[in-house]
């Protein structure tokens, strides 16, 4: 039997968390071979699999699932041993906004990350649309916010996330006249961009339904009751991707942006977190 070593087992947590080995190897500081290599080693000590790798996805073995736990554990214990040594490099609170649809898919690695790194930091997490939390940054209320761009040069480029339409495949909603439509609230940039496709392609439609959370505009599209459109990376497995079959124009993407405060700029907690996200999501 051979120990494991603790590079293994967070190169492992990494990769589960952050969904593959490319996204993970910036969280760990390595290149995605050297993440593979570290991957491969602990595969070899535990002497079976712990990973499937497949093509767009990987999943967990049994043997990975049983790890998994383990790993965490003697992940967060070494954390703590060092913290009881050496006390915490950062303390106090961080302010952080995020959209319910961005939090869902990129903040959990991110938060995990920044955490096992700053535990003496007490983070305060506020879920709204970008519309609401760009004013709050600007306030000061807010340290960081992760937001889609509402105009060129507000915040720092990060990614584009493509907009989509959805629907649920058992009710066939898109077949109706007018088209019914389901939207965020008035000011939303994906309630914009939506009604301004379907004006453009002159398709008759009406708004049905209108909710600022994202598990509001799911439930809508889910009873049937319209479609929508949400980013992609909110799109859960049980929803349908319209398009061009079901004809439906084209969607713009949305820019994403990483705001920070200026009454943030003394904040040691801001700049790591700001640096972890520039490296992680950019």
């Not at 595969?43 to 073995?61: I, K, N, S, Y």
């Not at 339409?165 to 914009?192: D, I, K, T």
């Not at 061009?244 to 713009?252: S, V």
Request: aromatic share 4%; glycine share 8%.
């Amino acid at each position: 039997m051979r120990d494991l070593q603790l590079d293994w087992l967070r190169a492992f947590v990494a990769v589960v968390d952050a969904g593959s080995l490319s996204a993970a190897a910036p969280l760990l500081h390595r290149s995605q071979s050297a993440v593979s290599m570290q991957l491969q080693k602990l595969e070899e000590a535990v002497g079976r699999p712990v990973l499937l790798r497949g093509p767009r996805h990987l999943e967990l073995t049994p043997s990975g699932q049983e790890l998994l736990g383990f790993a965490r554990r003697m992940l967060e214990l070494h954390g703590e041993a060092l913290t009881a040594l050496h006390g915490p490099q950062l303390g106090g609170r961080l302010r952080f906004g995020v959209p319910d649809d961005y939090a869902a898919g990129y903040l959990t690695p991110l938060l995990r990350s920044f955490a096992n790194r700053h535990a003496g930091v007490e983070i305060e997490l506020v879920c709204e649309q970008s519309t609401a939390l760009i004013p709050q940054v600007q306030r000061g209320e807010l340290d960081l916010a992760l937001v889609s761009q509402d105009k060129p040069g507000r915040g720092t480029h990060l990614f584009d996330e493509p907009l989509v339409w959805v629907g649920a495949a058992q009710h066939e909603a898109w077949r109706r006249e007018p088209l019914p439509v389901a939207v965020y609230e008035s000011g939303s940039m994906a309630r914009r961009d939506a009604l301004a496709a379907l004006n453009a392609q002159r398709r008759g439609h009406r708004i049905v339904y209108h909710s600022a959370s994202l598990a509001g505009q799911l439930a809508a599209v889910e009873s049937g009751l319209a479609v929508a459109v949400l980013t992609r990376c909110s799109v859960p497995p049980g929803l349908q991707i319209l398009g061009d079959k079901q004809g439906l124009p084209p969607l713009p993407t949305m820019a994403v942006a990483l705001l920070r405060s200026r009454a943030s700029r003394t904040s040691a907690a801001a700049d790591a977190m700001q640096e972890l996200a520039l490296r992680t999501l950019a």
